[in-house]
């Protein structure tokens, strides 16, 4: 190895310079690193390995790595690290596996020095200890690390993360012997590099793979994590376990993230898909970016800053095959183009209300809450502190509280824990909806309950109406086509009386063909004959009005009734049939005196030789009062929509439940999957826990069902080395030991599976059973009196 010339300086007298720039190159860039000098930038890709100078107005290219006539893989690169204590001294992971250290020192135009292809598949990371010259660390996609001294042909150190990918691996600034990797199933490890055996600390700190990781420059024991949650997280790792201390949202998966030289809350973070911007985060305001630069036109995949006291200068290489120099004065600050107006509405219907100061403090008149009356708003001011570096944006917040009585939410808990969803037949389980709605005084859903019944019940199942109920008439009647209301009303006699007039209706029916009917509207709805299948023209549903509120008007008009004679035929002697036939002069004024017909309603007026009795005829064939349970499903649509805007999804999913399958086809998934969301929210908001695990269970949608799945990890340890197990399959990874073997049988249990919570033993539920009959000691032998729950 040439020897290399040791760089001690650090920033010099000579402040850094120059202004926001940029180069394009010839390839898209995978990864860039600077030396520590700031004066040069090496560019690193799967096409392209360049080192440029950082001049005042430009980048220079400077020399080009890939040499050659047939360049091989290893110039294919995934990362680049340019070591901070030798200038010469260049580390690249190659996406073939190789980890390859570069000599600038060296005479020749290939630079390559070293080549460890130790790794089975792409290195996703390398890293140079920040104060041991020799000391290089990679983190691989086959899930190891290996750590190299670069004096040696080999590696020193294996570790083994037991995950199927590591994603990154970052030395501590602060502590020499430890180092953080970041791991694909969303776990990061610290281990200590003369432990290689074992990692020392081990924590959940994503959901999905943590794409990288950087320790705090100053502060020793802070260590900020990105993934593919889209949260950028900082942990304090100096307590026994790590603590989440801040926590920040972005918009798409984090890429890339680098603490701020010189400023303590400030670190920049770049995407890996879909977001093109860098954002600049002050961790302390999570919500809106401190700063942002906006110049790349695809993903840009490495951020660096220029130098390592200096936060002014940020360097950037981009998918789009450009590199920048990004001034911080150029950058955007979206906190100018916030709006400082905000509106929110509390749980318990309080009004949060945020506006420029000058807006709000301009009523004098208003009392702040202390003390002062509960309708007007409740002030709050935050001094300024001289230290922060947010924007000043005068603007306070008003808190406008409600009556405690006027908006209390009683009703929406009373409720969910009354309703029931299921476990009766359908009508049962309408009829106690209505009933505890009705006793919350809450008539309309209460009706709405009693109107599903009726639509979609059973016929057979409904209530049997009373005995002068219009619906007992009309079923006692088949397929007739005029009949006297007023005989029904009067409960029709006897037997003979129904037969006369189903004979008279009979007979009467001969002429109302379409050929030959003299008394008609002309419209096609009515050329109906009893064959057809037609619906009734009038149906009565359960519940209707009551007989003499249905023929109020026919009583006051029964004068006009008697001064009218009944002709001795229905109709006159045929005559010759025209297009468009009209009704005989005296039926048609008398159609427009009599209160039986008005309008369009009745559409084929008929009269019977039956005394003077007033008459409702029907066109069309009478079947059960009762529709299909399709022909309402429109309707029961709409009125869920309507009850969902007006922000009551409680009745939206009640219903959905109950009706099942009856209504769910109507709706598309996605609604329900909103409603459903938005519903168990609002339980879990009120710690209705049992009746949200509830709905939950009883849904239908695949992305609610496995709700109750997601929440429960389950976290297995092996019984013999006592380590944490993959999920991989039953033997352990370490001790190559099978995990679940009963104490008794000593074979792999596979089913219900005990063990003792003090010794860790255990095997078959039955096996354990017959064995504690006899003993209390722990079959396997280790003297442990078990117990078990």
Known sequence: ???????????????????????????????????????????????????YGLEEEQFVEKLNLRVGRKPSLNFSCADVMWHQMEENLLATAATNGAVVTWNLGKPSRNKQDQLFTEHKRTVNKVCFHPTEVYMLLSGSQDGFMKCFDLRKKESVSTFSGQSESVRDVQFSMKDYFTFAASFENGNVQLWDIRRPDRYERMFTAHTGPVFCCDWHPDDRGWLATGGRDKMVKVWDMTTNRAKEIYCVQTIASVARVKWRPERKFHLATCSMMVDHNIYVWDIRRPF?????????????????????HDPHFLLSGSKDSTLYQHMFKDATRPVDKANPEGLCF?????????????????????????????????????????????????????????????????????????????GKPFAELCDHNAKVAQELKRPQVSTTWTMLRIMFSDPANLTAPGPNHNLSKLGTLPLMNSFSMKEMGSGMGTESRLERSKGDSRQDNIHLEPG??????????????EGSDGQAEYMFGDAELDDDDLYSVEHDNQTEEQEYALPQEAFQLRHEIMDNPSAPEHLQQDKADSPHVSGNEAEVTCLTPIESFSLISISQPLYSPHLPASFFCPIVREMLSYYA????????????IVLGDRIRKEIDDLTQEHWYMSYIDLLQRFELWNVSNEVIKLSTCSAITCLNQTSTTLHINCSNCKRPMSNKGWICDRCHQC????????HVVKGLFVWCQGCSHGGHLEHMMNWLKSSAHCPAGCGHLCEYT
């Not at 805007?645 to 959905?656: H, N, P, R």
């Not at 995990?739 to 000593?746: F, P, R, T």
């Open 1 to 51: 190895m040439e020897k290399m010339s040791r760089v001690t300086t650090a920033l010099s007298s000579n402040t850094i310079s120059g202004r926001t720039m940029f180069c394009h190159l010839d390839a898209p860039a995978n990864a860039i690193s600077v030396c520590r000098d700031a004066t040069q930038v090496v560019v690193a890709g799967r096409n392209i390995f360049k080192i």
């Open 739 to 746: 995990a679940s073997v009963c104490a008794v049988c000593h």
């Open 346 to 422: 509390g749980l318990l219907g309080d009004l949060a209300f945020a506006a420029k100061e000058s807006l709000i403090s301009s009523d004098a008149n208003r009392k702040p809450y202390p003390g002062g009356d509960r309708r007007y708003p409740i002030f709050f001011f935050k001094k300024p502190d001289p230290t922060e570096q947010f924007a000043h944006v005068s603007s306070a917040l008003s808190v406008f509280e409600t009556d405690l009585d006027s908006n209390r939410m009683d009703w929406f808990v009373k409720t969910a824990q009354l309703y029931l969803l299921s």
């Open 645 to 656: 805007e007006q922000g009551d999804v409680q009745m939206a999913v009640s219903v959905l």
């Open 288 to 308: 809106i970016p401190f700063a942002t630069f906006e110049e790349h036109k695809d993903v840009t995949t490495g951020i660096v800053w220029r130098h390592q």
């Open 516 to 529: 030959n009917s003299h008394i008609s509207n002309n419209n096609e709805e009515n050329e109906e004959t």
